[in-house]
């Protein structure tokens, strides 16, 4: 251990109390041992640190700073470098205001389109997501700044995200939703890795010891703090006999006696405690190093926020080439989002922006006279005619038509999901209606997921501007007037409709568990495998320009999986304006025993361009490339045979095809055969697989979706409780309650009343710093419980209630 003599000095309570924090976002010191207190804050896309000067929690009031395109944007960029310079701003901000970890990035995989928070994670392919995160947190750490990964593992919804048990197969764990995690740990080793709320086949991911233990740090070599997400403490001994070093936020000393008291128990070893002390005081005393006086350029970071976010916009129509647009054109820009911006998502990663633009204005800076109509009032839900008529009026006047529409505040925040793909109505109708009215629309599309898009055939143009963050308003203008060349690509597939989706049967789930029946196939695996049309395909993304491809070469025509495979290709300009293509590398085994995707993502280069200027581009496919996890061997193995090399320009616009042969260099291992009891995984199919398929596929007996008549406990949520005589009229009070505290903000209301509702109630104890006690929790569960004991859980809570009371504000102020 690095600090042993710190150690030695500590007393039992010290230590127990170093692995919780000090507050909401603050590492506990101790102060006659020169131990330092450490802020970890939000991110991941700007920092979003509490305006201690103002009144209200860190949501509604944080310090200015850059909002950064949210991750769903920067995805598209297909960019680590790029990433990694949005990486060094962050950090040169986090200096600033002496936060030592920014709590991100989040590498969670767009199971569905539904997950209210995919604005915040990058794509539902695992090898992309696992290297822009990489170029992110080498970026903010290349600062002297901590970053924290997040949310480990299988956190693929928000619904019931703090207590459903994620049923997933261990060969879809490993190859789809551990991966990007795997890939950012190895590359950009990060200070911190946070753990995910829920649990993970059955055991909370706090809690979890393979997760933490075997997988982190003996197999990927991880060598920092282990953080919980605020409040995904489970049973806080066992988590720090499973690895889990640091609890946030602080648990007012609940949980530091449970710890303090196990080791006196001989529950919980000394060393063992020492060890996760050790990588504490590592990563407080790396974090003092960078504390200083320190400021940074708000101007050139708002310029580096718009150069990012107008490399990540994506181009999915350009009919008659009715973009850039022409000087001299009537346009008509209509749309409320055109001059109130959606530019980030909602929750705790919200960002206070140091400036703001909007594409309105910034189309006027660049010399255009466009005029306005706002279209719809998008803080209403409501369909406004007079406010259509309007729009249309001035659409007939115009040459072009410049519509924004997308998903406002209240459709996508964290806390909650989605229960459709679609636009507002009042989009959809204006778009229908000023399509009847103008030839010439182009739509400007704002939000964090895939939506439907009924007027599709009848407008010309689409720019998908996605959460550009605070100069996502610029950015468009510089797309639209040509004076950047769009060369974003899809980080995720939009399909057709929800019934599309491949988990559409098993989304979001039950009370108590969500099952991954569609295994490996998530994204392009599914659509490209079940050969499903969709609206756009992964990796699609238009260009002013024109590339062509050419020259396709391998190193070699044969190789054992111990071996390298050299893949080489040409890209070529060949439009008359500068431009960057993205070119991807897909593998596909089309002869194999254990069922595969259809192709498979394994690298991807971003070339820049001069017209007529050809470039060589080179990837490299080691045997991961070739490799599926075999879960008899637990390992990857690579099963002997021919693999093609796909070279495309999306998942489905393949433009070189080469082959070659893998040769297996593993004995004796036995490749899993689920030809007889789960045909459906061979050909994709996968929407409604049967129990006896999953159950072969899974391993084991699938956990019961259902909650059994057992006596409600501190790990249920109020939610589970609603059909019991009194949990329906809490869960009715509460939600009442929280609609009129909350009636100006209906994405807020939301968030918080999943909160309120669907975490444990172990949480209401362990988050509230002592407001509600564990007996007043055991008074609740009585009541609850509904038996002789109703009136006596009654008297427990009300007996606390006076201390309660005493302890809120202090409480308040914390958050």
């Known amino acids: 251990m690095k600090y042993q003599e710190i150690i030695d000095k500590l007393t039992l309570e010290e230590k127990a109390s170093l692995c919780s924090g000090k507050d909401f976002w603050h590492t506990k010191g101790i102060e006659r041992l020169d131990i330092p207190s450490v802020m970890l804050t939000d991110g991941p896309h700007g920092l979003r640190k509490k305006d201690e000067k103002s009144k209200g929690s860190s949501l509604e009031n944080s310090v200015p700073a850059t909002c950064f395109p949210t991750a769903v944007t920067t995805a598209a960029s297909w960019d680590p470098e790029l990433l990694y310079k949005m990486g060094e701003a962050l950090g040169e901000e986090c200096l600033a205001e002496r936060v030592s970890v920014l709590l991100g990035p989040g ?58 048990d994620s049923v997933v197969d261990e060969r879809a764990l490993r190859e789809i939703y551990l991966t990007a995690f795997e890939i950012a740990v190895k590359k950009g080793k990060p200070w911190t890795v946070m753990n995910a709320y829920n649990k993970l086949n059955g055991i909370y991911c706090s809690d979890n010891e393979e997760l933490q233990q075997t997988i982190l740090r003996d197999e990927w070599g991880f060598d920092g703090v282990v953080v919980t997400d605020w409040g995904a403490a489970n049973d806080r001994v066992q988590g720090i006999i499973a690895g889990n070093d640091l609890e946030m936020p602080t648990s007012g000393g609940y949980n530091d006696k449970k710890i303090a008291d196990a080791v006196r128990r001989g529950k919980l070893s000394v060393e063992m405690l020492n060890r996760r002390v050790d990588a504490l005081l590592d990563l407080v005393f790396k974090s003092e190093k960078s504390l200083g006086c320190y400021t940074y350029d708000k101007k050139a970071h708002h310029q580096l926020a718009c150069e990012i976010a107008a490399q990540s916009m994506v181009l999915l129509k350009n009919d008659d080439g009715i973009l850039p647009l022409k000087k001299g054109q009537k346009i008509a820009v209509i749309g409320e989002l055109a001059r109130s911006p959606r530019y980030q998502g909602a929750g705790s990663s919200q960002i206070n922006p140091t400036e703001l633009s909007d594409a309105f204005s910034a189309l006027v800076k660049e010399g255009f006279q466009p005029r306005y109509a706002p279209g719809y009032d998008k803080k209403s839900s409501g369909i406004s005619q007079l406010l259509i008529n309007d729009a249309c009026d001035l659409a007939k006047k115009s040459d072009v038509v410049l519509l924004f529409i997308g998903l406002t505040e209240e459709y996508e925040a964290e806390g909650y999901d989605r229960t459709t793909l679609e636009l507002p109505a009042a989009h959809n109708r204006l778009a229908e209606e000023i399509c009847e009215v103008c030839d010439n629309v182009v739509v400007v599309l704002s939000g964090g ?157 971003k070339t820049f361009l001069e017209p007529g200027e050809e470039k060589t581009v080179t990837v490299e496919l080691s045997k991961r490339a070739f490799a599926y996890y075999n879960v008899n061997i637990h390992d990857w193995h690579v099963e002997s045979g021919d693999f093609e090399i796909l070279v495309g320009a999306s998942s489905r616009d393949i433009k070189l095809k080469g082959k070659v042969t893998v040769e297996s260099t593993a004995e004796n291992v036995t490749v899993p055969d689920y030809r007889a009891v789960a045909p459906e995984y061979y050909t994709g199919d996968v929407q409604s697989v049967s129990d006896e398929a999953f159950t072969a596929v899974l391993g084991h007996e699938i956990p019961s979706p259902v909650r059994g008549n057992e006596p409600f406990t501190l790990l249920d949520s109020l939610e589970r409780t609603k059909d019991s005589k009194w949990g329906g009229r809490i869960n009715t009070v509460i939600d009442k309650a929280l609609n009129l505290v909350f009636k100006e903000s209906n994405s807020t209301v939301d968030m918080v009343k999943a909160m309120a509702l669907q975490i444990p109630i172990r949480n209401f104890i362990t988050m509230s710093s002592g407001v509600f006690t564990e007996e007043m929790a055991n008074g609740l569960l009585m009541i609850l419980n509904d038996g002789e004991s109703t009136v006596k859980g009654a008297g427990k809570i009300l007996a606390g209630l006076g201390s309660a009371v005493m302890k809120l504000p202090a409480l308040l102020k914390m958050v």
């Open 449 to 605: 997921s895939p939506v439907t898009m009924p007027w599709l055939s009848k407008v010309k143009g689409v720019l998908n501007s996605y959460l550009g963050g605070q100069a996502g308003g610029e950015a468009v203008a510089d797309i639209l007037s040509g004076k950047q060349n769009p060369c974003g690509k899809l980080a995720e597939t939009y399909p057709l409709s929800l019934s599309d989706t491949q988990c559409v049967n098993y989304y979001p789930g039950t009370v108590m568990t969500t099952e991954y029946r569609d295994s490996v196939y998530i994204g392009y695996r599914y659509y490209d495998t079940a050969k499903k049309d969709v609206l756009f395909p992964f990796g699609f993304g238009l260009s002013y320009t024109e590339f062509k491809y050419s020259g396709l070469k391998l190193s070699k025509k044969k190789l054992k999986d111990t071996e390298t495979l050299t893949v080489s290709f040409k890209v070529k300009n060949v439009g008359s304006v500068a431009g960057a293509e993205i070119s991807q590398v897909y593998v596909a085994d089309n002869e194999s025993t254990i069922y595969r995707p259809s192709k498979e993502l394994r690298g991807f280069s």
């Open 107 to 164: 590498v969670n995989m767009k199971r569905s389109p539904l997950c209210g928070r995919n604005f915040e994670y990058f794509s539902e392919d695992p090898l992309l997501a696992g290297e822009v995160a990489a170029g992110l947190i080498n970026g903010v750490q290349s600062k002297g700044i901590g970053t924290s990964l997040k949310h480990f593992a299988t956190n693929n919804q928000e619904m019931r995200r703090m207590s459903v």
